[in-house]
């Protein structure tokens, strides 16, 4: 069993940054892909990054490629996603979720993950 809490969320004006952290306790995370996912009032839970278990892969949705990155602590135990240049399209609520095999995520979406944590909310004012 896995228990991942996220937090970094906050308001932020547009341009701005923020870095979520996503800290997880019983197994490593190095033992899963993390994946970075959001919903936003009144929309499905989409696809944001993800990052292989090693961490040498990684992918972006194309609504966040260039502006977010994520990557994985030294600690092990903790995935960020480090967000730059934010948009109010961008406010949301942020899930991180962890996947015993890495998978095109952009394709699959959220279904399927093994541990999901219950969300930091990240809001962009214009």
């Known amino acids: 069993q896995v228990q991942l809490v996220e937090s970094g969320g906050g308001l932020v004006q547009a341009g701005g940054s923020l870095r979520l952290s996503c800290a997880a306790s019983?197994?490593?995370?190095?033992?899963?892909?993390m994946g970075w996912f959001r919903q936003a009032p009144g929309k499905e839970r989409e696809f944001v990054a993800a990052?292989?278990?090693?961490?040498?892969?990684?992918d972006y949705a194309d609504s966040v490629k260039g502006r977010f990155t994520i990557s994985r602590g030294n600690a092990k135990n903790v995935v960020y996603l480090q967000m730059n240049s934010l948009k109010p399209e961008d406010t949301a609520v942020y899930y991180c979720?962890?996947?015993?095999?890495?998978?095109?995520?952009?394709?699959?979406?959220?279904?399927?993950?093994?541990?999901w944590g219950k969300g930091t909310l990240v809001t962009v004012s214009s």
């Open positions: 019983g197994r490593t995370l190095s033992s899963y892909a």
């Open positions: 979720a962890a996947d015993q095999n890495y998978s095109d995520y952009k394709l699959r979406g959220p279904y399927g993950m093994d541990y």
């Open positions: 990052i292989s278990r090693s961490g040498v892969v990684t």
